[in-house]
Nanobody
Framework: QVQLVESGGGSVQAGGSLRLSCAAS????????MAWFRQVPGKEREFVAA?????????YADSVKGRFTISRNNAKNTGVYLQMNNLKPEDTAVYYC???????????????WGQGTQVTVSS
């Protein structure tokens, strides 16, 4: 059973940066694709970025491409990160970390989820 705990959220002004971390335990993380999703109250959970188990393949939502970077450290078996630059007010959401067997944009690919961390971007 994989456990995921997000951290690094907070409040920032537009144009600023945040780095989210997802601490993972309970499994060999290189077996799992990892992803970040986000959700605004009243809306469906939205794909942000994903990275393959090896770290060699990444995919991004068009809305964050060029601004966000997903990475992982399999050597330390510690989890996944999301570097967010040039943040915009529309990036405001609860951000969730997820782990699963398939790298992709769809939430049903992922079996394990964290509790989320709030990101608020003010204009």
């Amino acid at each position: 059973q994989v456990q995921l705990v997000e951290s690094g959220g907070g409040s920032v002004q537009a144009g600023g940066s945040l780095r989210l971390s997802c601490a993972a335990s309970g499994g060999t993380l290189s077996f799992y694709a990892m992803a970040w999703f986000r959700q605004v109250p009243g809306k469906e959970r939205e794909f942000v970025a994903a990275i393959s188990g090896s770290g060699g393949w990444t995919i991004y939502a068009d809305s964050v491409k060029g601004r966000f970077t997903i990475s992982r450290n399999n050597a330390k078996n510690t989890g996944v990160y999301l570097q967010m630059n040039n943040l915009k007010p529309e990036d405001t959401a609860v951000y969730y970390c997820a782990a699963g067997r398939t790298t992709g944009r769809y939430s049903h690919y992922y079996d394990y989820w964290g509790q989320g961390t709030q990101v608020t971007v003010s204009s």
